[in-house]
């Protein structure tokens, strides 16, 4: 859940842009990779290799770091396994 980052839904495109111009910028499906990344309501939800996993998280705990401190969880992200299209 990002909705401690991601409080709207322009909030939320630029989380996913970011991700997509600073995570594999190639892989993204828009760009004619396989893996995709959407935000619904404040849960993003991300179809990549175990290794783009990674680096989002890195990435979005990098995001967390930049917000105000309280007791917010660590942002996270759940895994859509594509057996027939790993990454």
Do not use: F, Y
């Not at 909030?11 to 760009?31: C, F, H, L, S, Y």
């Not at 990435?59 to 660590?74: E, G, M, R, S, V």
Request: with cysteine; glycine share 6%; aromatic share 2%.
């Amino acid at each position: 859940n990002l909705a401690h980052v991601a409080s709207n839904s322009s909030e939320g495109v630029n989380i996913v842009n970011t991700i997509k111009k600073m995570v594999r910028p190639v892989a993204w499906d828009d760009q004619g990779g396989g893996a995709s990344c959407q935000m619904i309501g404040s849960v993003l939800l991300v179809k990549a290799s175990e290794g783009m996993h990674e680096e989002i998280e890195r990435l979005l705990a990098l995001l967390n770091d930049k917000q105000p401190k309280d007791n917010t969880p660590t942002p996270e992200t759940h895994s859509v396994n594509d057996e027939e299209n790993p990454m």
